[in-house]
Structure formats: structure tokens, C-alpha cells
């Protein structure tokens, strides 16, 4: 089981590139979902130094706070509700540059300024929780390099929801 990263690239998908296997090797030695979605945050968290990232889990019609690292968040999260709700409704990832521009966005913490928010999928396809990352700075995620490495990397998360 890997217990320090090793991480050397400077830019932000060298790092996205290195982090991948690392934590590939450290949730496929853990059946625990819990276990994994703290680890798998934690990582985030020490890899890229985001302002908050965590986990929302679906529970009947709401999103119930899971695994995080970063400062007290919003407990529940109502369905198409905010950014988190929102990806949840549409089952698709949303990259919002500036949250304060967004439509009926939920301010857990007014120092958010971009937030990108990635659905997770059971073994059937099913979004049973969601990835969202906050990040201080304006315009801090991307479409083309953010978005897709963290869908690949929640694609590693669909075994704990058969």
C-alpha cells in the first residue's frame, strides 16, 4: 500500500499523470468505500493544493457530505440543486470558472471562486454521489485538463457501488 506520494512534475497534468497509478495501487488494496473516498480526497487535497475537495453521496432525493478535506461544508445538497445538484441531475461534469456567476449556486464558503463538480457512477451507471473540487482562484479548472482526468480518476470508484 503506497503511504507517500511521489510526485515531481510541475505542471498541474504531469501531476494529474503521476498521481494516477499511485492511487490506482492505494484504493485497489482497500475494499472500503469510505477508506478510499478519504484517501482518494486527501490525495487531491496534498497533490494540488485545492482550496476544498470531497464527496457528496446520493441519498434518496439528496446529496449527503461524504469524505472531504478542507474547511466545514454544506451538510445536504437538494436534487438539481447548486453546482453538485445540478451535475447530479444532468449526470454530467460542470467546470464553472466563476461560481458567483452561477444560477442558484449553494456558498458553502464565499472564498470559492471555481468549482468543478464530476458525477460518480455505480457498476451499472447509475450517479450515486458526485467529486467536487472548489478552488479559490477564478477560472482554476479546465475542460481540457481537469474535467477529463478527474472523470478518469472517479471511474476508479465505481467497484465501491456495485
Not at 21 to 49: H, K, S, V, W, Y
Not at 92 to 112: E, K, R, T, W
Request: aromatic share 10%; proline share 6%.
Amino acid at each position: 500500500m503506497a503511504e507517500q506520494l511521489i510526485l515531481e512534475g510541475s505542471t498541474r497534468e504531469e501531476r494529474y499523470r503521476e498521481l494516477y497509478p499511485q492511487l490506482q495501487a492505494l484504493l485497489g488494496a482497500e475494499t472500503d468505500r469510505i477508506a478510499n473516498l478519504a484517501n482518494m480526497a486527501a490525495a487531491f487535497r496534498q497533490t494540488f493544493g485545492f482550496f476544498w475537495v470531497g464527496f457528496y453521496l446520493v441519498s434518496g432525493r439528496e446529496l449527503v457530505l461524504g469524505p472531504f478535506q478542507g474547511d466545514i461544508a454544506c451538510t445536504r445538497i437538494p436534487y438539481g440543486r447548486g453546482v453538485c445538484g445540478d451535475a447530479w441531475a444532468k449526470g454530467m461534469s460542470l467546470v464553472v470558472p466563476d461560481v458567483d456567476s452561477y444560477p442558484g449556486h449553494i456558498a458553502c464558503s464565499s472564498l470559492s471562486r471555481s468549482e468543478i463538480v464530476v458525477p460518480i457512477r455505480s457498476v451499472r451507471g447509475e450517479v450515486v454521489g458526485v467529486l467536487d473540487v472548489d478552488s479559490q482562484e477564478l477560472g482554476d479548472f479546465t475542460e481540457e485538463i481537469d474535467r477529463p482526468w478527474l472523470e478518469q480518476y472517479v471511474g476508479l470508484l465505481a467497484p465501491l457501488f456495485p
